[in-house]
């Protein structure tokens, strides 16, 4: 069974300051893994996906993250946060061609403080 | 470019009373179609999801249902609601199998 975890609850990052939000996944076969954000009240915006290759992906508004097979990690990243980062985030796991449904992480709510 | 609707945006509903919510996507043809609720702000719960008309798949025993009369239309429905029915419920499509899914701007449900 596939299953994602995001160890943070919360991150606290000030403004400029470069920030992470974890992700570690499970699935049986190959991982599809994507980044999700929401802000309040509203729907998830998709971030960015790996499906294969590089193991960098970039992604909107200047995020990006690593895929590590090895450590069966998707880390989000961004080399400077902004106040308007401030949001909950979502990671997600489908399993390779075989899964329909995709496994949402339990969420991490980003601060960025000025 | 494709977009997905959802209706209505709020809703305050007492114990016992039906619910009917509805979610349209444009742009696209033989979308899968999912349903979530998400609760206190927080994880995901899959509730529903459809690869076609008329073919739903439940992924948690409970007290709602669903149906897609069309092709890009989705219904999430119940005849009777409880407390614990509370939350915002999100509407997304996609295609597989290496797509994202595009959530809809979800439908806060308070059931007093």
């Known amino acids: 069974a596939q299953s994602v975890a995001q160890p943070e609850d919360q991150v606290n990052v000030a403004e400029g300051n470069p920030l992470t939000v974890k992700c570690t996944y499970s699935?049986?076969?190959?991982?599809?893994l994507f980044w999700y954000v929401q802000y309040p009240n509203r729907g998830l915006q998709f971030l960015l996906k790996?499906?294969?290759?590089?193991?960098l992906v970039k992604g909107s508004y200047g995020f990006e993250a690593e895929f590590n097979k090895s450590q069966t990690s998707f880390h989000l990243k961004k080399p400077s946060a902004l106040v308007s980062d401030s949001a909950l985030y979502f990671c997600?796991?489908?399993?390779?061609?075989?899964?329909?449904?995709?496994?949402f992480g339990p969420g991490t709510r980003l601060s960025v403080l000025p | 470019s494709q977009t997905i609707h959802q209706w209505p945006a709020t809703l305050v509903q007492p114990v016992g009373s039906p619910l009917s919510l509805e979610c349209t996507v444009e742009?696209?043809?033989?979308?899968?179609l999912y349903w979530y609720r998400q609760a206190a702000g927080r994880g995901l719960q899959l509730l529903f999801y459809?690869?076609?008309?008329?073919?739903i798949s439940s992924e948690v025993p409970q007290n709602l249902s669903a149906s897609r009369p069309q092709d890009r239309q989705f219904i999430l429905s119940s005849k009777k609601l409880l407390l614990s029915d509370s939350g915002f419920y999100l509407c997304?499509?996609?295609?597989?199998?290496?797509?994202?899914?595009?959530f809809g701007p979800g439908t806060r449900l308070t059931v007093l």
């Open positions: 997304a499509w996609g295609e597989m199998p290496y797509n994202e899914q595009f």
């Open positions: 699935v049986s076969g190959n991982p599809y």
């Open positions: 790996y499906i294969t290759g590089d193991n």
């Open positions: 997600a796991v489908r399993e390779g061609n075989y899964g329909q449904n995709f496994v």
């Open positions: 742009g696209t043809s033989n979308p899968n």
């Open positions: 459809s690869v076609g008309i008329g073919q």
